[in-house]
């Protein structure tokens, strides 16, 4: 029952917060509104952790790989997520979003020599067939619009989180735990975004209005701070295959979402494209239902980080 739950936590929060992305498109500029999210749940992040005294400072040595995660996972991909929404409603989004478990699958032989499964060849057919009749009534019979435009930031962001999932892979087994990399990773992340503000002279615009602020708190509380514990806890209880696949369910919470707040139109092409991409995810990650994986010996490996000034790789610095 616990697992269904963190299942379904995961699956309604992170469905759910590509419509608070969209409300947050306007009045404020892009890289300003991305970092008041990140900003803000690392405002939270960190001092719960420190309370709790889970909160190690990684040694130097890891300090570039820190830097990559968050520039792909806390700060280049939501900018382009961002610049995205403007062009294509929430629903599309989270759609090539949940492609990026194909991503993942390439990257992971690119990066570790994992083996790419013919499920997941099968799946980026599927998933392309998808994407190609959901958006071909736009892009391409308009392929100058700015519905292409909106596709390729979308899947520039999927990519650079795909990658960020790739370094996430990194740290976890330098022996970061994931909760200390994600908190050092959105303050460094807010902390390039202030960079990024700083060195193009973008304006501080300050929140409009109550949309604006709910949808900031949404994202960074509930989807950022409860969206990222609730799927951890399911990755360590159910493994990270079988927790991936609460990314088939984000888009029918993204797109039912889109149909009642910004009037996302459906059509026999998109029901169909919607109904591809699904079985792509379906094919790429059904392993069963979502048991707790057996106990197993934890192999002899590298001492996990520890709290600063407590181990030698901090004495090193």
């Known amino acids: 029952m616990q697992n269904l739950l963190l299942f379904l936590t995961t699956v309604l929060i992170w469905g759910s917060t590509w419509i608070a992305i969209a409300w947050q498109v306007g009045p404020v500029p892009v890289p300003v509104s991305v970092f008041y999210r990140f900003a803000a749940a690392a405002a939270i992040l960190l001092p719960l952790l420190?309370?709790?005294?889970?909160?190690?400072?990684?040694?130097?040595?890891?300090?570039?790989?820190?830097?990559?995660q968050a520039l792909c996972l806390f700060s280049g991909n939501f900018l382009c997520f961002y610049g995205a929404a403007a062009h294509l409603p929430s629903g599309l989004l989270s759609v090539i979003f949940s492609l990026s478990t194909l991503g993942n699958a390439v990257n992971a032989r690119l990066f570790f020599g994992d083996r790419i499964a013919g499920r997941t060849l099968l799946a980026a057919l599927l998933g392309v067939g998808g994407l190609l009749l959901l958006f071909g009534r736009?892009?391409?019979?308009?392929?100058?619009?700015?519905?292409?435009?909106?596709?390729?930031?979308?899947?520039?962001?999927?990519?650079?989180?795909?990658?960020?999932?790739m370094v996430s892979r990194r740290n976890s087994a330098a022996g970061i735990s994931p909760l200390t990399a994600n908190a050092w990773g959105m303050s460094?992340?807010?902390?390039?975004?202030?960079?990024?503000?700083?060195?193009?002279?973008?304006p501080m615009?300050?929140?409009?209005?109550?949309?604006?602020?709910?949808?900031?708190?949404?994202?960074?509380?509930?989807g950022s701070v409860i969206g990222f514990t609730a799927y951890l806890m399911l990755v360590a209880r159910i493994g990270s295959s079988r927790a991936a696949?609460?990314?088939?369910?984000?888009?029918?919470?993204?797109?039912?979402?889109?149909?009642?707040?910004?009037?996302?139109?459906?059509?026999?092409?998109?029901?169909?494209?919607?109904?591809?991409?699904?079985?792509?995810n379906l094919v790429m990650f059904w392993r069963g239902p979502l048991r707790s994986r057996p106990a197993r010996p934890v192999p002899p490996g590298p001492e996990p980080e520890t709290a600063p000034g407590t181990g030698p790789d901090k004495a090193r610095g």
């Open 245 to 280: 696949y609460a990314t088939v369910l984000f888009p029918v919470v993204a797109l039912s979402l889109s149909t009642v707040f910004e009037g996302y139109r459906w059509d026999a092409a998109a029901l169909a494209g919607l109904g591809l991409t699904l079985l792509g």
């Open 205 to 222: 615009v300050a929140p409009p209005d109550g949309r604006y602020l709910a949808a900031l708190l949404y994202l960074a509380v509930v």
């Open 50 to 68: 420190a309370a709790l005294r889970r909160l190690p400072l990684p040694g130097w040595r890891h300090q570039p790989f820190l830097l990559a």
């Open 188 to 202: 460094y992340g807010a902390a390039l975004l202030l960079g990024l503000i700083g060195l193009t002279g973008t």
């Open 138 to 165: 736009d892009g391409l019979l308009h392929p100058g619009g700015d519905t292409l435009r909106g596709v390729g930031l979308a899947a520039l962001g999927t990519l650079l989180f795909s990658l960020g999932n």
